[in-house]
């Protein structure tokens, strides 16, 4: 699949977007409730914006029972992930903040339990 970084910047032009991003370029993988969870927003705008992430092509989706777990498109061209990776450097305050967030609700299974 072929990015148009026009495209590609314009998605990650809004810091909701930039932050799910970047978190599961951290995290590897996420589900809606831990993003929500990290994040302090809402589930219907956490979707909305994991929806205009698919759409761009940077992420993708798999259901595991009622949760649907979101991880980078494996065809990413190396200059997205390059993109991504300075973003996580500039943002590396925030994003250690919304990581020790997901820490502390405990490892997934139990995450699962608590929060999903």
Do not use: I, N
């Amino acid at each position: 699949m072929s990015l148009d970084p026009v495209r590609v910047f314009k998605c990650l032009g809004d810091e909701t977007r930039l932050m799910l991003m970047l978190l599961v370029l951290r995290e590897k993988e996420l589900c809606v409730c831990e993003m929500t969870h990290a994040l302090q927003v809402s589930q219907p705008k956490v979707s909305r914006h994991l929806a205009q992430l698919r759409q761009c092509g940077l992420l993708t989706d798999r259901r595991e029972g009622q949760w649907v777990y979101y991880d980078l498109a494996p065809d990413l061209p190396e200059w997205v992930t390059t993109a991504l990776e300075a973003a996580g450097q500039g943002a590396a305050a925030r994003l250690a903040e919304l990581q020790a967030c997901l820490h502390a609700m405990g490892g997934r299974p139990e995450r699962r339990v608590a929060m999903c």
